[in-house]
């Protein structure tokens, strides 16, 4: 048991470094993943002109899961193209 609990000493700097390397990609790890809901807003926002909150990606995730998510999306990008009015034929020919 004497060995055991000697693992866990952290008695030197050399010993602390791999600790504190650990804690550090941990945080790192954290931040990546709340900050998922906010990239997606800003993707969407630059690539569609649609402002979205991140807490509505969040809820929409955790209701429905990533296909949800796709849901959510795709009928976003619907009703703001419903909004721009019907294409005219002319358009699509040049």
């Known amino acids: 048991m004497n060995s055991l609990s000697s693992l866990f000493q952290?008695?030197?700097?050399?010993t602390a470094m791999p600790?504190?390397?650990?804690?550090?990609l941990l945080l790192i790890l954290v931040v990546s993943f709340r900050?998922?809901?906010v990239v997606f807003c800003?993707?969407?926002e630059a690539m569609t002109g649609i402002r979205l909150k991140p807490s509505?990606?969040?809820r929409v995730y955790r209701e429905r899961g990533p296909d949800g998510v796709r849901e959510f999306f795709l009928d976003l990008i619907i009703r703001e193209?419903?909004?721009?009015?019907?294409l005219?034929?002319?358009d699509e020919a040049s």
């Open 10 to 14: 952290i008695e030197s700097l050399s």
């Open 19 to 24: 600790v504190a390397f650990a804690v550090i």
């Open 88 to 90: 005219s034929p002319d």
């Open 81 to 86: 193209d419903l909004k721009s009015g019907p």
């Open 35 to 37: 900050s998922r809901a």
């Open 42 to 44: 800003q993707y969407l």
């Open 56 to 58: 509505d990606v969040r």
